[in-house]
């Protein structure tokens, strides 16, 4: 089976709850996101995403996917999606860096390898631990009093895991975080994530001030050095986001014990074909994990869902359904959020079909 045409589509993802705030005054209303269709010769058509969150938010950029598919689409043409190591490999000697944009070529190729072998991507990446996946859920930087409302209105849904988004003023952050804690009952989850968003004094302030209450810290700041002075500062359960890029990382993080939980997100690492080799150290190691991608539609929402469902459930600490954040459907057959859980489809690959009235005309097409 060789790759005989790739082709990728730009999708407008409008946010379901309007505008997204977060650190540093970063905010978003559209998610501009890149679809690529993976075509073979025996004319099995593989469907993988890339959703960088803006272009403030890590080193990755919307246009830069398309560019990056239309500079490594010749390489692919001609070799065989199943091997998947091997996909990797070529695409990691034809261009440095950018995983971003070699995670969609990916996870296309993984659901290739899904549909011609007709077994679900969830069985492949190892068995699906339970019936469903248990969620969290993000909530966009606002006034305190806004962020404990929504955290009061998704209890009401079942959802028992809630991500505030800090990583502003300080002040503020403390207000948001003790408000939020109010509305929590025993077994409830609370993680306030400052997606890098404070200096060292800032963070400081706030692990001191919210020291009574029962939260975990999300990368408070930038650098992997900041973020471990932080840690060893603070009894506070500790989650490392950003700074986790590879496995390289996650082995210095492992070394320091520089987190208590780390998140792995498909589109900074590269794929499923380096995300599984995490996730699986981290399962060695015993360390607790939040699957996701930097952002995304139904595409995106269906690789979590596999990735996260093939993870044993004591080491899934959070997951997100991107899906439900946007308005946008771009395929058929994605898993849905139920009540506070998602689950991965029975069907093989992926198990979608993309909506090509969605996609669009391809902006990048190589045969
Ligand atoms: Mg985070």
Redesign the pocket.
């Known amino acids: 089976m060789k790759i005989a045409r790739i082709r990728a589509y730009r999708v407008a993802l409008p946010l379901a709850g309007g505008r997204w705030n977060m650190f540093g005054g970063n905010s978003i209303d559209t998610l501009d996101s890149t679809i690529v269709l993976v075509e073979t010769d025996t004319g099995l058509i593989g469907v993988g995403e890339a959703c960088p969150l803006g272009n403030f938010y890590g080193p990755a950029y919307a246009a830069g996917v398309r560019a990056g598919i239309a500079e490594l689409g010749p390489h692919l043409i001609g070799a065989d999606p199943r091997e998947t190591a091997k996909v990797e490999a070529l695409m990691d000697t034809a261009l440095k860096g950018h995983p971003y944009v070699k995670s969609a070529l990916d996870i296309a190729c993984w659901d290739i390898l899904g549909q011609e072998a007709r077994t679900p991507l969830s069985t492949l990446l190892g068995g699906r631990f339970g019936d469903s996946v248990a969620l969290y859920r993000a909530i966009s930087q606002d006034t305190p009093e806004v962020m404990a409302k929504r955290v009061k209105a998704l209890h009401e849904e079942g959802i028992t895991r809630f991500?505030l988004k800090v990583g502003g003023d300080p002040d503020e952050d403390i207000a948001r975080i003790r408000l939020a804690a109010k509305i929590l009952r025993p077994g409830d989850i609370l993680d306030a994530?400052a997606?890098t968003g404070w200096l060292m004094h800032q963070a400081a302030r706030v692990v001191r001030a919210v020291r009574d209450i029962d939260v975990y810290i999300?990368?408070p700041c930038l650098s992997y050095e900041e973020n471990l002075s932080i840690r060893r500062r603070t009894d506070h359960p500790f989650?490392m986001?950003?700074c986790i890029d590879s496995l390289s990382m996650l082995l210095r993080l492992h070394e320091d014990g520089a987190a208590d939980v780390v998140?792995i997100k498909l589109g900074r690492v590269g794929g499923l074909t380096k995300a599984r080799r995490m996730r699986d150290l981290c399962v060695h190691l015993g360390i607790p994990m939040?699957i996701e991608d930097t952002w995304g539609s139904d595409v995106a929402t269906a690789t979590i869902a596999h990735f996260a469902h093939s993870t044993p459930e004591a080491l899934r600490f959070g997951v997100s359904d991107f899906n439900s954040y946007v308005t946008a459907v771009t395929a058929d057959g994605a898993p849905r959020r139920q009540g506070a859980g998602i689950a991965a489809t029975n069907a093989p690959g992926l198990g979608i079909r993309p909506r090509m009235d969605a996609l669009g005309k391809p902006v990048v097409e190589i045969a």
């Open positions: 991500q994530d997606n999300e990368q989650v986001d950003e998140n939040i």
